[in-house]
């Protein structure tokens, strides 16, 4: 709701947005929907390729960077703070918006490297959830701007959706005051760290490469080098039930990805690849797998590993 109410505001048809390149579908049609014209920017282990951001703002105005700083998705790289740094001063030379999507930060035990703390809210707007950490039922996010914008984006949402369920605001204020979101953050943290070692030892073990090695959060980036096609990875996670979606959902430059749903058990030792879980395991983990040409993102729902 919050990038729709961003994207409303802000972004008018005909404009030029930059976008991750892979990711967020939804953000990318959310975009076109509005009229914008989406130009996807190559996600690095550090961040956004800023040589790449240099050259699309030299040829013309961009109105608004769409960016995950921390823990990407699909990726699960976070911004290095050269990367930042060198981001926001491009956006400040070419009068150019940010809009930080962080709702996977709170997964992030790093040093805070946020675009919005550097910034002061100059040139970057930031979104963030709880429906990510919490539980998909609570939909409740926050979005911190300037004064004026905060205005008109409140003015919206009143059109738009009225108010968020006050019992699901009440919550969240009280496990914030009490101490026991924090509890729960660090307990999550800790199963996710520890799945995704698993998970990616298990991907070497199957000849899969690292994108980037990532310690936390929901997301891992890898290819096999001797997977030219993914046709027959695509057609083998049928014969298992697993349905695909388009690829054009994953990317700004419609690159053709696939997106799929894996049942498995990610760092328990179970499965016999990318997409040969076995059966058995189908109700342990949920895990979906995002490909683009020969890469997959692996995205370990944290939900079955709250307990």
Not at 109 to 135: E, M, N, Q, W
Request: net charge positive; with cysteine.
């Amino acid at each position: 709701q919050a990038l729709d109410l961003v994207i409303r505001l802000i972004i008018e048809p005909g404009d030029r947005v930059l976008v991750d390149d892979p990711c967020n579908s939804n953000l990318v049609q959310l975009l076109r929907l509005r009229g914008a014209q989406v130009v996807g920017i190559t996600r690095r282990s550090d961040g956004p390729d800023i040589e790449q951001v240099t050259q699309v703002l030299a040829a013309g105005t961009v109105k608004a960077f769409f960016i995950n700083s921390r823990l990407h998705n699909p990726t699960g790289t976070s911004l290095s703070p050269h990367n930042a740094f060198q981001l926001l001063q491009l956006a400040y030379a070419h009068d150019m918006n940010i809009v930080e999507d962080d709702v996977y930060g709170d997964f992030c035990s790093a040093p805070d490297h946020r675009l919005v703390t550097l910034d002061g809210l100059r040139k970057v707007i930031y979104i963030s959830s709880f429906s990510k950490s919490l539980s998909a039922n609570l939909r409740v996010g926050y979005i911190a701007a300037p004064p004026d914008l905060i205005a008109r984006l409140a003015d919206l949402k009143l059109l738009t959706s009225v108010s968020v369920p006050s019992f699901c605001e009440r919550f969240i204020s009280a496990i914030l005051l009490d101490g026991s979101y924090d509890r729960h953050l660090l307990a999550v943290r800790r199963n996710l760290q520890t799945a995704q070692a698993v998970a990616q030892a298990s991907f070497k073990r199957w000849g899969w490469e690292l994108f980037h090695p990532v310690k936390e959060g929901m997301f891992i980036w890898v290819r096999h080098p001797r997977l030219a096609s993914l046709e027959a990875l695509v057609n083998a996670a049928f014969e298992r039930d697993i349905l695909l979606a388009p690829g054009v959902l994953f990317s700004a430059d419609a690159a053709g990805a696939v997106a799929a749903h894996q049942r498995g058990a990610p760092g328990r030792g179970q499965g016999t690849g990318a997409a040969g879980a076995p059966r058995r395991a189908a109700r342990q983990r949920a895990v979906t797998v995002l490909t683009k040409d020969n890469a997959l993102s692996v995205v370990i729902h944290f939900q079955s590993l709250l307990a």
